[in-house]
């Protein structure tokens, strides 16, 4: 079950259950669609793995399935993270 995480852990975003901007890695990493794509280039800063959009989780589901509350906010070292990107962006995911 995915978390839905409310923010962006970089830019701080707020990214509610129903954004369409919030994107994640595999790991579930949260990022809004402008660190993700823009910034980071698709790759993920943490792990070095590729994003993809969040699913939306129906309305019907949230009661008995709540997205998280939990704010991640941990900002990029964008150097460090510059060096990462740089190192993945060329290959495709699946051969990373």
């Known amino acids: 079950m995915l978390e839905i995480r409310p923010c962006c852990e970089h830019c701080g975003k707020a990214l ?7 994107m994640i890695c595999s790991f579930e990493c949260t990022y809004c669609r402008k660190c993700a794509l823009e910034l ?7 792990c070095g793995g590729n994003f993809v959009q969040r699913p939306i989780r129906p309305k019907k589901h949230l009661k008995k399935y ?3 509350e939990k704010k991640v906010f941990e900002p990029k ?8 990107t740089e190192r993945y962006k060329d290959i495709a995911p699946e051969m990373r």
């Open 16 to 22: 509610p259950v129903n954004s369409t901007e919030a």
């Open 40 to 46: 980071f280039q698709n790759v993920c800063p943490s």
């Open 66 to 68: 709540p997205p998280s």
């Open 77 to 84: 070292d964008l150097t460090k993270a510059k060096i990462n």
